[in-house]
């Protein structure tokens, strides 16, 4: 199934986490975790590419001994898991924060603010993590978002009024605001509940990807790339090994260089994995 001549020559697995690194419980597969050790004695580093925040990246990071930059925030930031290094930040500008906060209490939808290692949410907004799918972060409670417009990396906006949700997506959309991606979705998690992602242009998994070979030196052609969601889709633009597991989404499977057999919950990338131990030791 697998290339081994290809795959002798990867240098870099970039694991999407919830989905794919790790079952629906959080834990990850314990072939796996074998096969990142042995893989790391033969020279492969490893890292990951994820929309949780920074913060909720470091257990896992620490768990599998993964020293290396990790991709969050679906690329908004890219910071060393063992230090306080950051490779790339992509704050918001002040006033498109400000402009979204005056948004969401004019239409009365909560919101939050993401910073690297947190979520901030106001009495106002209390619900928010009841409400959000950021696995594993941790959330603040403030007075007011004083103070914290200059550091955030992504607005959420969420509530169960659908047309409401998507008429700030609309507000906040060109020309009206330039300089903002937006994702508009509905909650997979929690039933009739609707999302709009903010954060500035540019920032996307795999971009940030290209950011970090180039910091660590190593060709788009030597990295492999896991995923299953949406928003893995720009990582398998690459020209790196592609992989998806067995629960991806048809348009990941579609231009993915494998489709693993197995999904998250079975350690689907233990698969791949122990491929490419045999490909090394060749």
């Known amino acids: 199934m697998f290339d081994l001549k290809k795959l002798k020559k990867i240098e870099l697995v970039l694991f999407d986490v919830d989905g794919t690194l790790v079952n629906d419980e959080g834990e990850i597969g314990e072939r796996t975790k074998h096969l990142v050790k042995d893989l790391k004695k033969l020279g492969v580093q490893f890292s990951f590419a994820s929309g ?10 620490e768990e599998l001994k993964i020293h290396s930059p990790l991709i969050s925030l679906d690329g908004c930031a890219i910071k060393s898991a063992a230090g306080k290094q950051f490779i790339y930040r992509s704050f918001l500008k002040e006033n498109h924060v400000k402009k979204a906060i005056e948004y969401s ?3 009365q939808v909560n919101i939050a603010l993401c910073h690297t290692e947190a979520i901030y949410f106001t009495e106002q907004n209390s619900v928010i993590p009841k409400l959000m799918d950021k696995f594993g972060a941790a959330y603040k409670k ?20 659908r047309q409401t949700v998507k008429f700030l997506s609309d507000k ?14 509905k909650s997979q998690t929690h039933e009739g509940i609707y999302y709009l992602e903010v954060r500035r242009s540019g920032s996307s998994k795999g971009k940030a990807m290209h950011r970090l070979l180039k910091y660590l030196n ?6 492999a790339v896991l995923g299953d969601w949406y928003n893995d889709l720009s990582l398998f633009e690459s020209k790196g090994i592609k992989v998806a597991l067995n629960n991806a989404i048809p348009e990941i499977k579609k231009i993915a260089d494998y489709v693993l057999n197995k999904s998250n919950n079975e350690d689907g990338v233990a698969d791949f994995l ?3 131990l045999k490909a090394k030791a060749l």
């Open 52 to 61: 949780r925040l920074h913060s909720a990246l470091l257990p896992i990071a």
């Open 142 to 161: 403030v007075d007011s978002y004083e103070g914290l417009s200059d550091k955030t990396l992504e607005i959420v906006f969420a509530g169960d009024n």
């Open 105 to 107: 209490e004019k239409y």
């Open 172 to 185: 906040l959309s060109f020309p009206f605001t330039l300089g903002l991606s937006l994702s508009f979705f």
């Open 218 to 223: 190593i060709k788009e052609e030597h990295t």
């Open 274 to 276: 122990e491929a490419l």
